[in-house]
């Protein structure tokens, strides 16, 4: 455990860990259900952690959010259950357009209810055949007197079948329009599925000319893309977080096994090449961390200038968590192809966090063309550029 942060932050980190040490026994059926785990819903409303998530005008804790802060819950949770930081994070990701760019009105009204995970939150960006190249969607929105009309599909939207709301992204004429959209508004439709290797509450959702106040509108006209930009700003090092606690936990089982399991009148963990894993694993995992958090505390006090840092914790915490999960398989052997068992769970789970949020390749993308213009700055200025 890494309790190398200021006395805030160790505060945040056990009382998240207490709470996901306690749902422990609920984890494995959790991680298989497709609509919401209601004893762990309980448990992070009774927590008040949700307070981190919200801004303090509508019962937050700061009236900035603190990714750091966030990342730590969602590293202690994902180290027990998928779902629970899922359930968790997807409030703070769900709801942050809502945040930054929505009415007072439709704040005052959702937004205490998400902290009490009353109302769950949802965005929806993904289509049926637009992923990575957002500037594609089809989905519109269009203006209608004192109303916004949207039509359009999402597809492999988190929540969607549980949500209680879904901040829309949308063409608009030639700019791209964002716009709060109640589930239970007339001509919206939800879907469950597809079943996925790592389940989780996902969903498809069809807007049928669904109408909504003008008011509904998240941000001006035409500044979608900035609004996920400054979500993605605060909230994409909190996913680098969660793979590490995925990444922590199988780690943790393979090490446990190899302690306890003999070959050659030996404990694995004293075979060389076995131990050689393991300890590879623990310092990446540890490179990793680090990472995340330095790339956390910058986000706090300026997202969208650090995006760079926080979308490098991404790429290297996901990738690094597939990596050591990967490496706690083959530790255990045929033990860790076990349908059902702890390891298994962790390997499965570590595996999405690579595609969604960024995937890793896009990431990398976007980052190569930074260290573009970086090295182009330097060649007028002088001097490195790293
Ligand atoms: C568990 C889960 C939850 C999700 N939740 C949500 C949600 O709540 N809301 C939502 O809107 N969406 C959600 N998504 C969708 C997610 O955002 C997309 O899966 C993601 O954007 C990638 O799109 P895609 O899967 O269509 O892959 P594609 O865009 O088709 O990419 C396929 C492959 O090509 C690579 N690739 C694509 N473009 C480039 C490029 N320019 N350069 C190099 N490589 C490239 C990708 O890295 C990937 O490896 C979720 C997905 C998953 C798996």
Not at 84 to 97: E, F, N, P, T
Not at 243 to 250: D, K, M
């Amino acid at each position: 455990m890494a309790d190398t942060l200021d006395p805030r932050y160790d505060a945040i980190r056990a009382e998240a860990r207490g709470i996901a040490q306690s749902l422990a026994p609920y984890a494995a059926e959790a991680d298989e259900l497709d609509v919401v785990h209601e004893p762990m819903r309980e448990a992070v409303r009774a927590s008040g952690l949700g307070r981190l998530v919200v801004p303090a005008a509508y019962g937050g804790e700061s009236d900035v959010l603190d990714p750091l802060a966030i990342a730590i819950v969602r590293e202690e949770f994902a180290a027990v259950s998928a779902h629970l930081d899922s359930l968790y994070g997807m409030q703070g990701v769900g709801s942050y357009s809502l945040t930054i760019g929505g009415s007072d009105e439709l704040k005052a009204e959702w937004l205490p209810k998400v902290r009490t995970l009353d109302a769950i939150a949802s965005i929806a960006l993904t289509e049926p055949e637009i992923g990575s190249d957002l500037r594609s969607v089809t989905t519109t929105i269009r203006e209608d007197s004192d109303e916004l009309v949207i039509s359009g599909v999402k597809s492999f939207i988190t929540n969607a079948p549980v949500a209680s709301f879904f901040n829309v992204l949308a063409r608009e004429g030639d700019g791209y329009s964002m716009a709060f959209v109640p589930a239970d508004a007339p001509g919206v439709t939800v879907t469950s599925g597809p079943d996925l290797i790592a389940p989780h509450i996902i969903g498809e959702v069809r807007f049928d000319d669904v109408r909504v106040p003008r008011g509904n509108r998240i941000g001006e006209a035409g500044t979608a893309f900035k609004l996920m930009l400054q979500t993605l700003a605060v909230f994409r090092v909190t996913v680098a977080a969660a793979s590490l606690g995925i990444g922590r936990a199988a780690l943790e089982e393979a090490v446990k096994h190899a302690t306890e399991r003999e070959q050659f009148g030996k404990p694995l963990l004293a075979l060389g090449s076995v131990s050689q894993k393991l300890a590879l694993s623990w310092a990446e995992l540890e490179a990793a961390r680090a990472l995340t958090y330095q790339a956390a505390a910058q986000a706090a006090s300026n997202p969208l200038a650090h995006i760079a840092d926080t979308s490098m914790a991404k790429v290297v915490s996901t990738e690094t968590a597939g990596r050591i999960a990967d490496r706690a398989v083959q530790t255990m052997g045929r033990f860790g192809l076990v349908r059902g068992s702890d390891i298994e769970r962790h390997y499965r789970n570590s595996r999405p966090g690579r595609i969604y949020e960024g995937s890793t390749e896009v990431l990398l993308d976007s980052l190569a063309r930074q260290l573009g213009k970086r090295a182009k700055a330097a060649e007028e200025s002088g001097g490195s550029f790293l």
